[in-house]
């Protein structure tokens, strides 16, 4: 089955060869910020990160405190692709309502779990061709220890389902090398594979990449840090240098 997501594939591509990256920001919320400065916190963030990063990835915490706007905000700040990390779990019209409002709010693609099923996951594939052919991800594993125990044993069964309905991508644990290259292996390289799990939850820059992953997912090692410019820079960097080394 033909993929969905041709323009959100081509824009991520394009800004991660322009800066030279594979690494995507993990915008969530820094700690210690006051509620009334934390939307011009975050998009100072992303502005400095920008140059370093291939998209920034936006969840729940960022937008219930501040509103679906920060995404547009975000957007207009960067320049570079917005991923919804909304981890759509939900009965088909709901889902496909979520993600159209991410769409409308100005993602490029939307995460989406696939444990709801296929029904659920070609709703968001309908509104994602209606609005565009954005992007739509699907979490087939997840990086904390907790995932190991109900989505690990379905990983592949996740993947399949995500090959089925055409999903443009999946997410997989860079904390567990092994898993992205077996994930890999099953997915076939049309697939993209977006990792988190690199600094706070221990994955080493560029390994999960070098097990197969196509970006690696930052968040708290970026916007926790004193200057995340440099931060953003240096796992680049990192990341580069890791695969040049093969």
């Known amino acids: 089955m033909k993929l969905v997501g041709d323009e959100f594939k081509e824009v991520l591509s394009e800004k991660s060869k322009s800066n030279d990256s594979k690494l995507i920001l993990a915008l969530d919320v820094p700690k210690n910020i006051e509620d009334e400065k934390l939307e011009q916190k975050c998009l100072e963030i992303l502005e400095k990160a920008s140059n370093s990063i291939a998209a920034v990835k936006i969840g729940y915490p960022l937008v219930l405190k501040t509103g679906l706007e920060i995404i547009a ?68 594993n997840m990086s904390h220890p907790g995932g190991e125990k109900f989505i690990r044993p379905v990983s592949d069964e996740i993947l ?16 567990r090398p092994e898993d992205v290259s077996k994930l890999r292996s099953k997915a076939g390289n049309e697939i993209l594979i977006l990792t988190p799990g690199i600094g706070a939850q221990g994955a080493k820059a560029g390994d999960a990449i070098k097990s197969g992953a196509d970006y690696e997912i930052v968040g708290r090692a970026i916007y926790n840090s004193e200057s995340p410019e440099e931060s953003a820079e240096r796992i680049r960097k990192e990341i580069n240098q890791n695969i040049s080394e093969g």
Do not use: C, Q, W
């Open 73 to 140: 905000e975000a957007s207009e700040t960067s320049n570079v692709p917005i991923i919804a990390d909304f981890k759509i779990a939900d009965i088909p019209h709901i889902s496909k309502e979520i993600a159209r409002y991410a769409y409308e709010s100005g993602a490029e693609a939307v995460i989406a779990h696939g444990f709801t099923g296929r029904d659920s996951l070609e709703a968001i594939n309908e509104i994602s061709k209606k609005m565009g052919n954005k992007g739509v991800i699907v979490v087939s």
């Open 160 to 175: 399949n389902l995500a090959k089925k309905v055409g999903a443009t991508g999946i997410i997989g644990p860079a904390t």
